[in-house]
Each structure stands twice: as structure tokens, then as C-alpha cells.
């Protein structure tokens, strides 16, 4: 019965139907523009660097131009890190190359590179559990078996190697480490990613391609040393501007509290970044966009195109710094793909499942399952959640993210529009919701 | 009636009945174990290259653990090219690297690269239509519209702009040339290849990957001027040694004419050449070895594993020189990756029509068509057919064959083994109608 009464309020709110609000948002136009033309105009635009700048001054016309109120900057500077030459080959008899690139904060082989024997393990517990003393002065290779998953739970499942691996093999004496990508493709391009290591001395840590350290993993088990030939030289190039572009639907009622969608703006340097996360920012544009046409809302918009989230999620740091967590009635990013809403979360509190309720329903005809009332999340939203910001995510399929997922693959012809604009839909439906009646103009 | 007959007479010919040796050839492990240790022990293997001679020293010691006799390298020199490094950049408002990779017989930027205006066209027929003037001095842009074709048929349609193009720019006075690569994936992996100058001056001469170009055409279409920074630096470093290795299974007609099945042995130097061609050697070694181990063929099997086929098919060309092609039955070989044969074709005269339809009788089992009894082809085998050799051609599905071809990712994993594997019983098959009646030892 919630269903039909939550259906009934919510058309109550709009002159139109929602069904021909949705059927409307699944033609959009607007999302794939933009997305088109920052991924295109832009390119890639790494956290902190001139092309960042280029995307905030792109954003900033394009935002006005489309007609949101209030469009600005914050800016901020955070440390920042580039990436240099990158090559690995394999010496002696089996001499070839192997692709590798990498990871976000990576130590420098230095412009000679190091030579070094390899280790390697079939996973990370496997790499934890044997001895340092047989990891000094080598250059761990860490395999996994990360599969793909539809909400990209194999991620962090898989992601040790990746995250924690660096920093564990610089304290047991490693000369550098290699991990096999933290991907689920089979393409010849490796996927690059932050890494931290704490207090621990960085060393060279990069990424291969899954089909390279496929290669590699067959070669050690010839069962001769392997010896490779390893030059990566990124540098940590100190504090750098940055910066979160705002841009605003103002709300019939300025006492409200305010609705947040947010995205990330930047991208790896590898490339010009459509599923993370141009699609995300083109989503929400969109999606407040169709809001702002149909008339004004209860409650303001905000929408937030972060900075330098892949990087070290500084945007959505410097962002809860500057606002109260308090002030918004619900946060939401999109941050995972182009690909459909499947499911919807929230974590809206208890008082509110009504609402959470009429949001469900409203999402059903899109195909978007009921998910958790007690979770939801975003990393650039997370600062503010903790803040006591009510969260809600639409959850993307994840199928193939993690093809893409930081490799110089993340390009516009992955997309397929169809899935795409069910995200627009998806998301003006959760305004029609969220930030309450519109009206007619 | 006569594929009735025809199985009939293949029957008689072995203890065996065809279904058994077509099952168990199905089921084989010979070529997977080929194709694995060649692609990994040896990795990639440009023609002309010490990695090419590795591949000779290893090719030898396998053909010879496997059984076969009189195995041997006929060794040629040939003109070698290498590639440097290869860089390119989009200056300006819309700053972003592309990702190209330097055709073979390019030539060289120097090191400090060049910067030039790029003119786009959007096929190979536009580029020749417009006038040399607009192109003086410029990067020459050049698009396509290649779909996959199951005969491949695509490749010589829409490859002009690499077969031909840099000559032609270079004829016109262009900078340099880059093009969209030729292929049919949307990785964003550059198709090499070689291209030739004849008597006109190398100019650089690249090709960007499929995404690289939709962007590189997007930019163009903004309608202001595009420059381009371009690093490419090969080199033609003279002659080198290269080889062909070649193995026989006795006949026990030393007069009858022989059967020659081949492939190539080098490849690109971007890839350890699985589909193009570690595939082709591995399933007729295969084939032979499975004919030899089900006793003495009437004809000699003579395998032929040419050297520097990407880079000019010098094997080819020295060995025809050195052997006459009316020695041979048949020759064939298989070079269009790893997918199922689909089609059989033939052309060994009009007189040996029966001959053919004995083989294509024997054939259908495995899902395989009859094609032209008029046509065949193979690069290498190519000049021993001008010679007067008759040919045969077991065509392989190419409808995913130029998403790999001359890219990186033309690796192991790419591998359908039940596709790979009915190569093995469409080869096995081919040389017991073709090599006469096995005695069983």
C-alpha cells in the first residue's frame, strides 16, 4: 500500500505525471553534452595541476550557461603528486617488456631505474605471511583474483595489494612492488590508483597490466630468477591549488534545508576520465537541470563538482571544513560509472522512512531495487556524512567498472546512452523527491 | 553423393575413423603448450631483432622435442627498422596527450620532435581529393569507418590510409601522417603495422588508437586550429639476420610432391604475438605431430615457421628463392589468429576437383563451409604459389581478429580454446586427405 500512496503524493507535487517526467529524463540531451564536451574540450585533468584549473574554468561557463544560480569556487591547495617515465622489462633469457605504471604517491627508481629479483606471491595474505627476509631488496609482485561483482564489492575484496601493499613492503625492505592491476579487464592497460604509506619510506610501487602480470606470474614459474629491469620517476611536486565548483537551484524556501548532489571533477592523468567521473557531474548538472525547467523547488540545490578526489579526497575534506553537515536534508554523489541506478540506499534516519519509502517507489518503474535503509555513502560526501549529513545512493551496476576503473581506457565510447540517461532519470526522480513540490513556472 | 564417397575413401585410408580423430584433435594440449611457452619464454619477436633469434633457438629445440625430423634454420639478412619513443601531444586550450605508436618504416621526428598543425579527413578518399596545398607542412589526419568482417575483407577496404597514406603525404609535402589505427576495438591500444615509402622520403608516420582519434576528430570539429607536439623516433638500423625454421614428418613416398603448412614466427614488437601469429605455428606444428603420431603419411609434412613476415615477409621471399614451388602437393597456412576455421578454400587446379571436395567433405563436420575452388593465400607461401604451388586456405573467423592485430593486448588471454582447438582438427583433418593414407605404425 505505501507504494500507491507514495506514488499519488509525489504526482500530487507536479502538474506532470511522473511517469512523463521519467520517460522525459531517459531522452535526455543535456548530461551527454556535457560530458562530451569537458571530457573532450578538457581531457584528463589530474587533482592539482594546470588541466584541474582548465576543467574548474570550464565548468564554472558551462555551469552559467545552463542557468544555475550562484556558480563559484572554493578553492584550496593540497600536496600533490605527478607521475614521470614508466617501463619495465624482464632481463636474461626471457627478456620483453611488461606494462606497468605508477601508483598515486610512488616512490622514484631514480632516472637509472633498479635492477632487482622478483618476488612473487598469489595474494596479498600469501605476501603477508611469508618472512621479510625474503622480500629485502627484491621487488614484490603481489597477484589476485579479483573478479567483477554488480556493486563493486571485489574492490576493496581485492584492492590490499593496492592500498596497504606499498607501505607493508617498504617496512619489510622491499626495493619496490609490483601488484597486478586491481581490474577486472584483460586489456593491456594498467590501472593506476592513490596508495599511502603512512610513515613508511615510499618506494617505487606500481600497477601491471592484467595480461602482464598474467606474464609475469607464468615466467616466475619456470621457476628460474627473474630478474627486472624497473624505471618509474613520479615526483611529489608540493602544495598545489585545487578547487570544489558550486553552482546552485535556489529553493522556494531559503530556510530549508538544502538537497546536495555531487560528483568529482577531476580525473587520472591517464585518461580524459568519462566513468570516473565526468558521468557522475553530467548526472547531477542534468538532472538539476530538468528540476530548475519544470520550476522551482522547496528545497535549494546544491550541486557540487569536487576537487581532487582521486587524489586524496581533499575537495570533500576542504568542503565539510567550510559547511555544516546539518544544513543539508539529504547528500548524494555519483561516482561509479555510467552505467544503470540498480538499487537505491539510504541512510536517512528513522524518522524518515516514509520518505525513504516514497523514494523507493518512485524509483521502481526506472528497474531500481529497494536497498538498505541504514547505509549510504560517496567518498567526497563521506566528510559531510560524518558531519551528521543524511546520505542516499543511487548504486550503479559495476559490472564492467572495474575494466575501466583508472585506466587510459575511461573513455567516451564506453558509454552506452541508454544506461546512461536512465542515471538522469534516476536522479531527477530523487529531486522530484528530495528537494520537494515544484512549481509550474 | 560425393561427400559420401569421399568419407568413405578417407576412412579407408586410416585404422582410425575420421569422427575419432577429429574428437581427440578437439581435445588437443600440443598447440596450448606450443602457444604458451613460445608467447611466454620468448615474449615479443620483431623480425630482424635478438628476440627473433631467440625465437629460432627455441622453435628449434621445441620442434625437435617434438619428434620431427630434419629440423633446421635457413638463415636471410633483411633491412631492419626499430621503434624509439613515441609521444604525442594536443597544445593550446585543449592541452591532452594522445596515445600513437609509430607505423613500421616511419620515419623520425628527431628528438626534439615537431610541432604542426593538424588537417583531418575523414577517409582516405577525402585526404587524396583535397589539394597538396592545404596539407604542406601539416600532420595529416586520416579517419575510417572499419566495422569487423568475418573474412576480414575490411582491412584491405579501409586500410589504405596506412598501406598508402604516408607516401602520399609524404609525396604532398605533409610533416607527418597520423591514423586512425586500423582496427575495430575501442582500446585505447595503437595498431602498428608497416607502411611504405617506395621512392618517396619517410616522413613520420604514426597511428593513434581508435579513442585517440574520435578525440583527435571531436577537437578538430571545435573548428579552431589544432597543433599537434609529436615524438617519434625510429629507426632503420640495416641489414640483420633473420630465419626460417623449418621441420619435416617423413613421407614414405620420397618422390611424391610434399605438403607445406605454415606460419610466421616473428611478430610485433608490442605483443608476444599470440593471435598474429604464435596460434598459426602452434596448430600446424600441432597437426603434423598428430598425423605423425598416428603412423607414416605417403607425402612428406614439410612445417614451415617463416621469419620477418610483419616486416616485409622476407621469409617468404627467401624461401621461395630457395625452393621451387611445383615441389609441393599443397602448401597452406594459417595466419588470421586463433578463432575457428569457417571456411575452406582451395586452389590446386581444376584437374584435382575431387581432391577438394574429398576435403571439404571432410571438413563439414566441424562446422566448416566450402568456399572458392579458385583462390587461396597465405603472405608467406604467397611467392612459392606465384611459383606455380598449388594452395589451399582453411580461413579463420575474423570478425574479432582486428580488435588484437598489431596492438598490445594481442596476448594469451585473448585465447578461445575450444575455437583454437578445432583449428587443430580442421588441420589434422586437411593433411590426412591432402598428405594421403597414415600406416599405422
Same mark, same amino acid.
Given at each position: 500500500?505505501?507504494?500507491?500512496?507514495?506514488?499519488?503524493? %509525489?504526482?500530487?507535487?507536479?502538474?506532470?505525471?511522473?511517469?512523463?517526467?521519467?520517460?522525459? +529524463?531517459?531522452?535526455?540531451?543535456?548530461?551527454?553534452?556535457?560530458?562530451?564536451? %569537458?571530457?573532450?574540450?578538457?581531457?584528463?585533468?589530474?587533482?592539482?595541476?594546470?588541466?584541474?584549473?582548465?576543467?574548474?574554468?570550464?565548468?564554472?561557463?558551462?555551469?552559467?550557461?545552463?542557468?544555475?544560480?550562484?556558480?563559484?569556487?572554493?578553492?584550496?591547495?593540497?600536496?600533490?603528486?605527478?607521475?614521470?617515465?614508466?617501463?619495465?622489462?624482464?632481463?636474461? $633469457?626471457?627478456?620483453?617488456?611488461?606494462? #606497468?605504471?605508477?601508483?598515486?604517491?610512488?616512490?622514484?627508481?631514480?632516472?637509472?631505474?633498479?635492477?632487482?629479483?622478483?618476488? !612473487? &606471491?598469489?595474494?596479498?595474505?600469501?605476501?603477508?605471511?611469508?618472512?621479510?627476509?625474503?622480500?629485502?631488496?627484491?621487488?614484490?609482485?603481489?597477484?589476485? $583474483?579479483?573478479?567483477?561483482?554488480?556493486?563493486?564489492?571485489?574492490?576493496?575484496?581485492?584492492?590490499?595489494?593496492?592500498?596497504?601493499?606499498?607501505?607493508?613492503?617498504?617496512?619489510?625492505?622491499?626495493?619496490?612492488?609490483?601488484?597486478?592491476?586491481?581490474?577486472?579487464?584483460?586489456?593491456?592497460?594498467?590501472?593506476?590508483?592513490?596508495?599511502?604509506?603512512?610513515?613508511?619510506?615510499?618506494?617505487?610501487?606500481?600497477?601491471?597490466?592484467?595480461?602482464? +602480470?598474467?606474464?609475469?606470474?607464468?615466467?616466475?614459474?619456470? !621457476?628460474?630468477?627473474?630478474?627486472? $629491469?624497473?624505471?618509474?620517476?613520479?615526483?611529489?611536486?608540493?602544495?598545489?591549488?585545487?578547487?570544489?565548483?558550486?553552482?546552485?537551484?535556489?529553493?522556494?524556501?531559503?530556510?530549508?534545508?538544502?538537497?546536495? @548532489?555531487?560528483?568529482?571533477?577531476?580525473?587520472?592523468?591517464?585518461?580524459?576520465?568519462?566513468?570516473?567521473?565526468?558521468?557522475?557531474?553530467?548526472?547531477?548538472?542534468?538532472?538539476?537541470?530538468?528540476?530548475?525547467?519544470?520550476?522551482?523547488?522547496?528545497?535549494?540545490?546544491?550541486?557540487?563538482?569536487?576537487?581532487?578526489?582521486?587524489?586524496?579526497?581533499?575537495?570533500?575534506?576542504?568542503?565539510?571544513?567550510?559547511?555544516?553537515?546539518?544544513?543539508?536534508?539529504?547528500?548524494?554523489?555519483?561516482?561509479?560509472?555510467? $552505467?544503470?541506478?540498480?538499487? #537505491?540506499?539510504?541512510?536517512?534516519?528513522?524518522?524518515?522512512?516514509?520518505?525513504?519509502?516514497?523514494?523507493?517507489?518512485?524509483?521502481?518503474?526506472?528497474?531500481?531495487?529497494?536497498?538498505? &535503509?541504514?547505509?549510504? !555513502?560517496?567518498?567526497?560526501?563521506?566528510?559531510?556524512?560524518?558531519?551528521?549529513?543524511?546520505? %542516499?545512493?543511487?548504486?550503479?551496476? !559495476?559490472?564492467? &567498472?572495474?575494466?575501466?576503473?583508472?585506466? +587510459?581506457?575511461?573513455?567516451?565510447?564506453?558509454?552506452?546512452?541508454?544506461?546512461?540517461?536512465?542515471?538522469?532519470?534516476?536522479?531527477?526522480?530523487?529531486?522530484?523527491?528530495?528537494?520537494?513540490? @515544484?512549481?509550474?513556472?
Amino acid at each position: 500500500m505505501i507504494s500507491l500512496i507514495a506514488l499519488s503524493a %509525489l504526482a500530487a507535487a507536479s502538474a506532470q505525471p511522473l511517469a512523463d517526467i521519467q520517460a522525459d +529524463a531517459l531522452e535526455d540531451e543535456i548530461a551527454w553534452e556535457i560530458l562530451v564536451d %569537458l571530457t573532450t574540450e578538457v581531457g584528463p585533468r589530474l587533482g592539482g595541476t594546470s588541466a584541474e584549473a582548465r576543467a574548474r574554468a570550464w565548468s564554472v561557463e558551462r555551469l552559467n550557461a545552463l542557468g544555475f544560480s550562484n556558480v563559484r569556487v572554493e578553492e584550496f591547495t593540497m600536496p600533490t603528486w605527478v607521475r614521470g617515465e614508466e617501463k619495465a622489462r624482464v632481463l636474461g $633469457d626471457h627478456s620483453q617488456e611488461l606494462i #606497468v605504471t605508477a601508483l598515486g604517491n610512488s616512490g622514484s627508481t631514480g632516472i637509472d631505474g633498479i635492477k632487482a629479483q622478483v618476488v !612473487g &606471491y598469489d595474494s596479498y595474505a600469501d605476501f603477508l605471511a611469508a618472512p621479510a627476509s625474503e622480500q629485502q631488496g627484491k621487488i614484490v609482485f603481489i597477484w589476485h $583474483d579479483m573478479t567483477p561483482t554488480q556493486d563493486g564489492s571485489s574492490y576493496s575484496a581485492f584492492g590490499g595489494a593496492r592500498f596497504f601493499g606499498p607501505a607493508e613492503a617498504s617496512r619489510r625492505g622491499a626495493a619496490a612492488i609490483l601488484v597486478k592491476s586491481i581490474g577486472t579487464d584483460n586489456d593491456r592497460l594498467p590501472h593506476t590508483g592513490m596508495t599511502n604509506f603512512g610513515d613508511a619510506t615510499p618506494i617505487p610501487a606500481g600497477a601491471l597490466s592484467v595480461p602482464d +602480470a598474467g606474464q609475469l606470474r607464468r615466467l616466475l614459474a619456470l !621457476g628460474k630468477p627473474i630478474t627486472i $629491469d624497473l624505471l618509474m620517476t613520479p615526483q611529489q611536486i608540493g602544495p598545489q591549488t585545487s578547487g570544489n565548483v558550486i553552482a546552485e537551484v535556489p529553493g522556494r524556501d531559503p530556510d530549508a534545508k538544502k538537497v546536495l @548532489v555531487a560528483c568529482h571533477l577531476d580525473s587520472w592523468d591517464n585518461a580524459p576520465g568519462v566513468f570516473d567521473d565526468g558521468a557522475g557531474c553530467a548526472i547531477v548538472a542534468a538532472a538539476a537541470k530538468r528540476i530548475m525547467d519544470m520550476g522551482q523547488p522547496e528545497r535549494t540545490i546544491e550541486i557540487v563538482w569536487y576537487g581532487a578526489e582521486e587524489v586524496g579526497i581533499h575537495g570533500g575534506r576542504d568542503f565539510a571544513a567550510r559547511h555544516d553537515g546539518t544544513d543539508y536534508h539529504v547528500v548524494a554523489e555519483s561516482d561509479f560509472g555510467a $552505467d544503470r541506478v540498480w538499487r #537505491v540506499d539510504t541512510n536517512i534516519g528513522e524518522n524518515r522512512k516514509d520518505e525513504a519509502d516514497r523514494l523507493r517507489a518512485a524509483l521502481a518503474p526506472l528497474g531500481i531495487v529497494p536497498g538498505s &535503509y541504514t547505509s549510504a !555513502g560517496g567518498a567526497d560526501i563521506g566528510p559531510l556524512m560524518q558531519e551528521g549529513a543524511p546520505g %542516499l545512493s543511487l548504486r550503479q551496476d !559495476g559490472t564492467r &567498472y572495474f575494466d575501466l576503473h583508472h585506466t +587510459a581506457n575511461d573513455t567516451l565510447d564506453k558509454v552506452d546512452r541508454d544506461q546512461f540517461q536512465q542515471n538522469v532519470a534516476a536522479w531527477t526522480t530523487m529531486l522530484m523527491v528530495m528537494a520537494g513540490p @515544484v512549481n509550474e513556472e
